[in-house]
């Protein structure tokens, strides 16, 4: 895998990012680890490539992602925990993928 910076990932297109597997962006998050500026860029990615593959392998998750995907935020937001901070485009790149899914599994 490549090596990337704060830089490198930022001049990636959303586009690009949205397709990457999610054990591949899961794998950039561990290399990022400690780079809190890298861990918020890629989280919102991480977070809707595997809500899209969670539900594209069983559409009934749907449901539940959809409700624990504002949920989660709020959690992270009220006990300051996760690797990356809470934010909209995590929420919406979540709800993105988890529709993406449900398309992709009929």
């Avoid at 409700?67 to 919406?92: D, E, F, H």
Wanted: proline residues 6%.
């Amino acid at each position: 895998m490549e090596k990337f910076t704060p830089v490198s990932v930022a001049n990636r297109r959303e586009e690009e990012l949205r397709r990457l597997p999610w054990r591949e962006l899961l794998e950039m998050r561990k290399m990022a680890e400690g780079n809190q500026q890298l861990q918020d860029m890629l989280s919102a990615y991480e977070h809707g490539a595997w809500a899209k593959e969670t539900v594209k392998d069983n559409p009934a998750m749907f449901i539940p992602i959809s409700v624990a995907i504002p949920a989660y935020n709020i959690y992270k937001q009220v006990t300051g925990s996760g690797r990356s901070n809470p934010s909209l485009k995590q929420v919406t790149e979540g709800y993105a993928g988890a529709i993406e899914g449900l398309k992709e599994a009929f």
